[in-house]
T-cell receptor, first 111, second 116 residues
Framework: GESVGLHLPTLSVQEGDNSIINCAYSNSASDYFIWYKQESGKGPQFIIDIRSNMDKRQGQRVTVLLNKTVKHLSLQIAATQPGDSAVYFCAEMEYGNKLVFGAGTILRVKS | ETGVTQTPRHLVMGMTNKKSLKCEQHLGHNAMYWYKQSAKKPLELMFVYSLEERVENNSVPSRFSPECPNSSHLFLHLHTLQPEDSALYLC???????????????FGPGTRLTVT
């Protein structure tokens, strides 16, 4: 039969604009969250993490927001650059070191 | 990508072959992981080794056999695979603490496996 792949949501932004990538997680007991970036032909690269006792954490050009009430995580990228084009995954840690990944969002940056 | 390395980067094998994937981490971590990434599903955890003991086996078929001889090396032995096993196999490593202290995982570049 015909193979069907994942249909990932795509976010297209203009270079220099801010990007917001959203993620809904499933387990209200999850206490640790990570955002990863995956470029073509490479493994996922750690961007930023946040623990459940926080609702915001900032890194270099990136901010992660956590809303535990609605089980929502977002990644904000300031002044998006062409090198930011990639697939972005959120992951939740349910217990111990077991990460559960979302399907991912494709970010395309237009010059 | 020198933190976690994987070999080979690409592998084509027949269904009757036996091959092994290798992962090495240079980060001083004591937990290592195998993940499968295919076009049809999100990244899936296969195996977890913590302090060289397997602590997670995520209902993976027995045609996949992991081996962790020490905290820096991880292997995935493959035999009699099926075409649907074609995917990107990713290795990761992390610190691990007692209890539930979580740490970020660092990934290798993956092995692109094609089963013919």
């Amino acid at each position: 039969g015909e193979s069907v792949g994942l249909h990932l949501p795509t976010l297209s932004v203009q270079e220099g604009d801010n990007s917001i990538i959203n993620c809904a997680y499933s387990n209200s007991a999850s206490d640790y969250f990570i955002w990863y970036k995956q470029e073509s032909g490479k493994g996922p690269q750690f961007i930023i993490d946040i623990r459940s006792n926080m609702d915001k954490r900032q890194g270099q050009r990136v901010t992660v927001l956590l809303n535990k009430t609605v089980k929502h995580l977002s990644l904000q990228i300031a002044a998006t650059q062409p090198g930011d084009s990639a697939v972005y995954f959120c992951a939740e840690m349910e217990y111990g070191n077991k990460l559960v990944f979302g399907a991912g969002t494709i970010l395309r940056v237009k010059s | 990508e020198t933190g976690v390395t994987q070999t080979p980067r690409h592998l084509v094998m027949g269904m009757t072959n036996k091959k092994s994937l290798k992962c090495e981490q240079h980060l001083g971590h004591n937990a290592m992981y195998w993940y499968k990434q295919s076009a049809k599903k999100p990244l899936e955890l296969m195996f977890v080794y913590s302090l060289e003991e397997r602590v997670e086996n995520n209902s993976v078929p027995s045609r996949f056999s992991p081996e962790c001889p020490n905290s820096s090396h991880l292997f995935l032995h493959l035999h009699t695979l099926q075409p649907e096993d074609s995917a990107l196999y990713l290795c990761a490593s992390s610190h691990t603490g007692r209890g539930l202290t979580p740490y970020e995982q660092y990934f290798g570049p993956g092995t692109r496996l094609t089963v013919t």
